[in-house]
């Protein structure tokens, strides 16, 4: 297993897509190629085409990928772009969407998206190329921008109090290191509350913000479900409610046929079901798997099977 990125639920993963001979499948979040490298092995003749906005992940997954040769096409890029990526008439048997951050961008503190990487810049970009980092939204925000950012996308309850204190701190000086924030998050944080991971849910918030996470998810899963073709599966991880509500809301919407009122005699809506979905709770990792790996403890697995053409 690549040392760069511990894929959760591999094995889930895989039987969820179903993999099937000749078949072609999407790895949207492809980042050390774990899944990738399963799809490809699983089936010799399944051919698949898989993205990252993540330099780092590209090296590593041209690398990993090698050994399959001629049976895939790694483009760095967002995966909300798949439109600019897939050829118009490729049609998919099944897609992977990763949405967590990597296990190397956690561990590798220059990239500033760990909790305890204390001199680490503010920085959080999946994508170096972009010009927003977080230390921008940190010291350039309103405070009543950060409130709704924390609010909204950490589900912070002393948002408030954070982003009022963030706004005297710099200030003061700017807040330039994930040390500084971490530092700054727990002392807004009433005594009784605070824990060792108790900024967690800030870090996310801004991480969210400066990657653009949750802008168009939904609009990208619905075009690639439209993609697929008949039997092909939606496989998605995710790694906060927010993800998981946006994943849960388009499955069960695409699993839903007639919408008229029961007091209509016919439908005249006309709408059609083109969903199965397989998961009627979300598949969590086994314990073992968490307690090899515990960033896996968050993981919702979702899966659903495409039923029209």
Same mark, same amino acid.
Request: charged share 30%.
């Given at each position: 297993?690549?040392?760069?990125?511990?894929?959760?639920?591999?094995?889930?993963?895989?039987?969820?897509?179903?993999?099937?001979?000749?078949?072609?499948?999407?790895?949207?979040?492809?980042?050390?190629?774990?899944?990738?490298?399963?799809?490809?092995?699983?089936?010799?003749?399944?051919?698949?085409?898989?993205?990252?906005?993540?330099?780092?992940?590209?090296?590593?997954?041209?690398?990993?990928?090698?050994? /399959?040769?001629?049976?895939?096409?790694?483009?760095?890029?967002?995966?909300?772009?798949?439109?600019?990526?897939?050829?118009?008439?490729?049609?998919?048997?099944?897609? !992977?969407?990763? !949405?967590?951050?990597?296990?190397?961008?956690?561990?590798?503190?220059?990239?500033?998206?760990? !909790?305890?990487?204390?001199?680490?810049?503010?920085?959080?970009?999946?994508?170096?190329?972009?010009?927003?980092?977080?230390?921008?939204?940190?010291?350039?925000?309103?405070?009543?921008?950060?409130?709704?950012?924390? %609010?909204?996308?950490?589900?912070?309850?002393?948002?408030?109090?954070?982003?009022?204190?963030?706004?005297?701190?710099? $200030?003061?000086?700017?807040?330039?290191?994930?040390?500084?924030?971490?530092?700054?998050?727990?002392?807004?944080?009433?005594?009784?509350?605070?824990?060792?991971?108790?900024?967690?849910?800030?870090?996310?918030?801004?991480?969210?913000?400066?990657?653009?996470?949750?802008?168009?998810?939904?609009?990208?899963?619905?075009?690639?479900?439209?993609?697929? $073709?008949?039997?092909?599966?939606?496989?998605? !991880?995710? /790694?906060?409610?927010?993800?998981?509500?946006?994943? %849960?809301?388009?499955?069960?919407?695409?699993?839903?046929?007639?919408?008229?009122?029961?007091?209509?005699?016919?439908?005249?809506?006309?709408?059609?079901?083109?969903?199965?979905?397989?998961?009627? %709770?979300?598949?969590?990792?086994?314990?073992?798997?968490?307690?090899?790996?515990?960033?896996?403890?968050?993981?919702?697995?979702?899966?659903?099977?495409?039923?029209?053409?």
């Amino acid at each position: 297993m690549s040392e760069y990125h511990q894929p959760i639920m591999l094995g889930e993963v895989i039987e969820g897509l179903n993999v099937r001979p000749n078949g072609l499948y999407f790895d949207g979040t492809c980042g050390g190629a774990g899944h990738s490298s399963a799809i490809l092995g699983r089936e010799p003749t399944a051919k698949l085409v898989a993205t990252d906005k993540d330099g780092d992940a590209i090296e590593e997954a041209t690398r990993r990928l090698s050994p /399959f040769e001629g049976r895939y096409r790694l483009v760095r890029t967002d995966f909300k772009n798949f439109e600019e990526v897939l050829a118009p008439e490729e049609t998919l048997d099944g897609f !992977l969407l990763d !949405l967590g951050v990597s296990s190397h961008q956690l561990d590798d503190f220059e990239r500033g998206f760990a !909790l305890r990487g204390s001199d680490a810049p503010l920085d959080m970009r999946m994508d170096r190329r972009s010009a927003l980092t977080a230390y921008d939204v940190v010291n350039g925000y309103t405070e009543e921008d950060l409130r709704r950012i924390l %609010k909204t996308y950490g589900e912070e309850p002393f948002a408030g109090t954070i982003a009022r204190n963030i706004g005297r701190e710099r $200030k003061v000086r700017p807040i330039s290191t994930c040390g500084q924030l971490r530092e700054l998050v727990e002392k807004s944080i009433p005594p009784k509350f605070r824990s060792a991971a108790c900024a967690r849910q800030t870090f996310q918030a801004i991480r969210i913000e400066v990657n653009g996470e949750l802008d168009g998810l939904e609009t990208c899963i619905r075009g690639l479900i439209a993609r697929l $073709k008949r039997g092909g599966r939606a496989v998605i !991880l995710s /790694f906060h409610s927010l993800e998981d509500r946006i994943v %849960k809301t388009v499955f069960r919407d695409l699993s839903t046929a007639c919408v008229c009122p029961k007091s209509f005699p016919i439908c005249v809506c006309g709408r059609e079901k083109k969903l199965e979905i397989l998961t009627k %709770k979300p598949i969590t990792a086994s314990e073992q798997e968490q307690n090899i790996n515990p960033r896996a403890k968050s993981a919702k697995l979702r899966i659903a099977e495409k039923i029209t053409e």
